[in-house]
């Protein structure tokens, strides 16, 4: 678990972008949008954005929701390698968690915190995963959640539901400023676990001029959910989240999960 030491290294990552395009100034964001290509192209997914449970069999649900203490055994640890990408704790629960959405039914895209469906997590651990001292780069917000019976398994179809509905965007409600989501589109979702879904977002920036692009992927597991999401400090397309960060952390999890 994380201790008191994280919240030093909280404040030297404070770049660490929790859904940070929503908090930068517009002068930052036109000056990396100079220094980086702007790509408009949509993602290579060559899928319907839902992977299909594993051998075709009907997705299994409910189980015993793991402890925070359990989850936290399962998580990235504090300082682990990901090949170029290092682990890190959050102080408490990302500030994008506080966001919601209007319409409101388009939440579940914008956080799976609580309050966002009918199904409150039982508990919740975060991680940031980035490039160390790397100011401009790709971030991934790692965040595992377990649920109460069904709650899972009715998490996802909230959020594919949302996906479908909210597909020609909704705005963003956040802490300081309100954003623009543009469009909402299926994303290559990973063969791993119960069931997953992946998104792309297209987002206009705070000053209204620039398109910056977000990924997000939720895996399943029983009654605990996976949630990946991805964002780059400017206008660059990152075309999917890395896959590296999405195979290790299921690695780790489903390891532990299958010899307890």
Do not use: N
């Given at each position: 678990m994380f201790g008191a030491g994280n919240v030093n290294s909280g404040h030297r990552h404070a770049r660490r972008r929790l859904r940070a395009w929503?908090?930068?100034?517009?002068g930052l964001m036109v000056t990396t949008a100079a220094c980086s290509s702007a790509d408009d192209s949509g993602p290579d997914s060559g899928g319907a954005g839902r992977s299909a449970p594993p051998?075709?069999?009907a997705p299994a649900r409910g189980g015993t929701a793991l402890t925070e203490a359990a989850l936290n055994d399962v998580a990235f640890a504090e300082g682990e390698r990901i090949g170029p990408y290092t682990a890190r704790g959050?102080?408490?629960?990302?500030?994008?968690?506080?966001?919601?959405?209007?319409p409101d039914r388009c939440?579940?895209?914008v956080s799976l915190a609580a309050g966002a469906t009918a199904h409150d997590p039982a508990a919740e651990v975060h991680r940031q995963v980035d490039?160390?001292?790397?100011?401009?780069?790709t971030s991934v917000l790692v965040q595992l959640r377990s649920y109460a019976r069904d709650g899972a398994a009715a998490v996802m179809k909230d959020l594919a539901a949302a996906?479908?509905?909210c597909a020609g965007g909704y705005?963003?409600?956040?802490?300081?400023?309100?954003a623009r989501v543009l469009k909402v589109e299926p994303a290559g979702a990973p063969a791993i676990g119960d069931e997953a879904v992946a998104f792309r977002f297209t987002v206009l920036d705070v000053k209204g001029k620039l398109r910056l692009y977000e990924y997000l992927t939720v895996v399943r597991s029983g009654s605990t959910t996976l949630s990946f999401?991805?964002?780059?400090?400017?206008?660059?397309d990152i075309k999917a989240v890395p896959q590296e960060i999405v195979d290790a952390q299921w690695k780790k999890f489903s390891a532990a999960r299958s010899g307890s």
């Open positions: 929503g908090l930068v100034l517009a051998s075709g069999s959050t102080d408490g629960a990302p500030l994008g968690d506080l966001y919601t959405a209007d939440r579940p895209l490039i160390a001292d790397e100011m401009i780069g996906g479908e509905a705005t963003e409600e956040r802490a300081i400023a309100r999401r991805a964002d780059f400090l400017g206008t660059k």
